[in-house]
């Protein structure tokens, strides 16, 4: 069966085919702060993080770099959006309970970043950054995304994807450390929403412009193998990795 390139002119529509972190984090994340008044979600992309936020906190404080994400966020009476650098952010100082960063911080320049969530936040307020990895969806799935993520697309990613490869432990992180609960998020999709989510990586993207061509053709016979009905719905989940510590 030869692969449909179906999704490539969609992949503007980034935040269509990304997963949703689960309530209970942010529930998690509202229950270790001092108070519950402001946030800021730093890199905030579509706003995904930023929206959840904001049933538990009164007001969400979200900026991202990309003016174009910022146009595409996801509205909200309690959320602020503004085109800002993690670096540099026109918040008054001692001024916010949280700073969370979902998916984003391995990007960012660690010393002025840092220095800038501890100019931020009030005494004890807490930093929360978060990633994840590969879904997990069958054992022959499973084997074929590493293939493609490691193989296929390898040379093709930017250097500081390792930060993910290593679940973030290898991050700076001065910060008085939390360990949280293990969180899990799960999906059910079916099998065109997964071909929309790997259009949407980055590394996909780059090898379709320098090669001409799609990646996933590479795989796909192996996935209809595995999953033959496109409209057939399966569980998918990742785990979730963490860093959360507290200004002391």
């Given amino acids: 069966m030869k692969f449909e390139d179906n999704f490539s002119a ?3 529509q980034y935040a269509q085919f990304r997963p949703q972190y689960p309530n209970a984090l942010y529930a998690y994340l509202a229950s270790i702060v001092p108070e519950r008044s402001l946030v800021w979600d730093c890199g905030t992309g579509n706003g ?4 959840s936020l904001a049933k538990y906190f009164a007001r969400v404080y979200a900026t991202d770099a990309s003016a174009e994400q910022i146009a595409h966020a996801y509205p909200h009476e309690n959320v602020e959006y503004h085109v800002e650098n993690a670096e540099h952010v026109t918040l008054p100082s001692g001024s916010v ?4 960063v979902a998916q984003a911080v391995h990007w960012f320049d660690f010393d002025r970043f840092h220095a800038e969530v501890k100019r931020v ?4 307020g807490i930093l929360a950054v978060w990633t ?3 879904p997990e969806i069958s054992l022959q799935i499973d084997r074929t995304l590493f293939r493609y993520y490691s193989e296929v697309l390898a040379g093709f990613w930017p ?3 390792h930060y993910l490869e290593e679940r973030y432990r290898t991050l700076p992180f001065p910060f008085e450390e939390i360990v949280p609960p293990s969180f899990v998020m799960e999906a059910r999709w079916d099998r065109n929403r997964l071909v929309g989510f790997l259009d949407s990586w980055s590394g996909t993207q780059k090898y379709r412009q320098q090669k ?3 990646p996933l053709e590479e795989i796909w016979d192996e996935v209809v193998d595995d999953w033959k009905n496109e409209a057939e719905q399966r569980s998918i989940r990742w785990n979730l990795y963490f860093r959360i ?3 002391s």
């Fill in 10 to 12: 969609q992949s503007r």
């Fill in 48 to 51: 995904q993080a930023a929206v």
């Fill in 132 to 134: 994840y990895h590969l």
């Fill in 159 to 161: 250097e500081r994807i």
């Fill in 245 to 247: 510590g507290r200004k």
């Fill in 97 to 100: 309970d949280l700073v969370t």
């Fill in 121 to 124: 936040l009030k005494p004890n």
């Fill in 212 to 214: 001409g061509h799609h």
